[in-house]
């Protein structure tokens, strides 16, 4: 079991930044890959950036060169550092932790954090 809780979500003009914090506990042990989604509304969940435990990062093409996401293991704590925040940013942001094997993977997830970009 893994238990993930979000933090540092808020409104922020366009232009701002802002930065989403994940805490894990629990199994951390079987972690292999944590990551940021968001959905806004009425829209389905989407990738914008992950993290593997080996440091390997990936981002969606919306979020590449404006949002990095890196990991702090002694705090086992995943950020997302937010830039240049448009209004089409505005969405609920979830903190994933993916276990299991490749062929049979298995989400957590925290209960989100709102983000709202304006003005």
């Known amino acids: 079991q893994v238990q993930l809780v979000e933090s540092g979500g808020g409104l922020v003009q366009p232009g701002g930044s802002l930065r989403l914090s994940c805490v894990a506990s629990g199994s951390l042990f079987i972690i292999n890959t944590m990551a940021w989604y968001r959905q806004a509304l009425g829209k389905e969940r989407e990738l914008v950036a992950a993290?593997?435990?080996?440091?390997?990062?990936t981002y969606a093409d919306s979020s590449k060169g404006r949002f990095t996401i890196s990991s702090d293991n002694a705090k086992n704590t995943v950020l997302l550092n937010m830039n240049s925040l448009k209004p089409e940013d505005t969405a609920v942001y979830y903190c994933?932790?993916?276990?299991?094997?490749?062929?049979?993977?298995?989400?957590?997830w925290g209960q989100g954090t709102q983000v709202t970009v304006s003005s």
């Open positions: 993290i593997t435990k080996g440091g390997t990062t």
């Open positions: 994933n932790a993916r276990v299991g094997r490749p062929d049979r993977p298995y989400d957590y």
